[in-house]
């Protein structure tokens, strides 16, 4: 069955500093990945999303991920935090059926 | 352009209570449809999708039932609600046409069952 780590529930990075967050999955099967952003009391909203092809995606908002299959992950990175980058963050795989979220990782930015 | 609603956004309701919230897309047809649920500093848990009109599969049973009137509109009830009820829920959409299709989430339902 596929599932999805989040390493780390809550993240603190300084405004300007690198942000990483970590996100692993387990699947049989090629996965189709993506990280959605959420924002207080606000739906989810794509940041990007892998599927096939070159395997480091670039988003919105100066995210990027990289998907690496050799070590089952798709990790998101920014390299210069920004106050408005704090909120949820929600790594998800789908296979050929439903669409499997991890746990999220709340990231906050420290002035 | 397609867009996505919910209503209402916020409700407070007593146990043992009925519910219904409501999810509407526009700009688009046969779209599949899902309903999730966000408890407190918890991640999502999808409660019910659907593929088509009166097509309703069920994640996680419970006191809770979805239904599909129409092609665009995907409706959460239950007859009596529990306080493990409460929670963010958010009703999404995606085309279903193909493996790898993002969903696109409406703005959220926050129910406080008190």
């Known amino acids: 069955a596929q599932s999805v780590t989040q390493l780390g529930s809550h993240v603190s990075v300084s405004e300007g500093a690198l942000v990483l967050l970590r996100c692993n999955y387990s699947s049989s099967v090629p996965p189709y990945l993506f990280w959605y952003v959420q924002y207080p009391n606000q739906g989810l909203q794509l940041l990007l999303k892998?599927?096939?092809?070159?395997?480091l995606v670039k988003g919105i908002n100066g995210f990027e991920a990289e998907f690496k299959k050799s070590e089952t992950s798709f990790h998101l990175t920014k390299p210069s935090a920004h106050m408005s980058d704090a909120a949820e963050y929600f790594c998800?795989?789908?296979?050929?059926?439903?669409?499997?979220f991890g746990p999220g990782t709340s990231l906050s930015v420290i002035p | 352009s397609q867009t996505i609603h919910q209503w209402p956004a916020t409700l407070v309701q007593p146990v043992g209570s009925p519910l219904s919230l409501e999810c509407t897309v526009e700009?688009?047809?046969?779209?599949?449809l899902y309903w999730y649920r966000q408890a407190a500093g918890r991640g999502l848990q999808l409660l019910f999708y659907s593929v088509g009109i009166g097509q309703i599969s069920s994640e996680v049973p419970q006191n809770l039932s979805a239904s599909r009137p129409q092609d665009r509109q995907f409706i959460l009830s239950s007859k009596k609600l529990l306080l493990s009820d409460s929670g963010f829920y958010l009703c999404?959409?995606?085309?279903?046409?193909?493996?790898?299709?993002?969903?696109?989430f409406g703005p959220g339902t926050r129910l406080t069952v008190t």
């Open positions: 999404a959409w995606s085309t279903g046409t193909e493996p790898g299709d993002e969903q696109y």
């Open positions: 892998y599927t096939t092809g070159a395997t």
């Open positions: 700009g688009t047809s046969n779209p599949n």
């Open positions: 998800a795989a789908s296979g050929y059926d439903k669409v499997i």
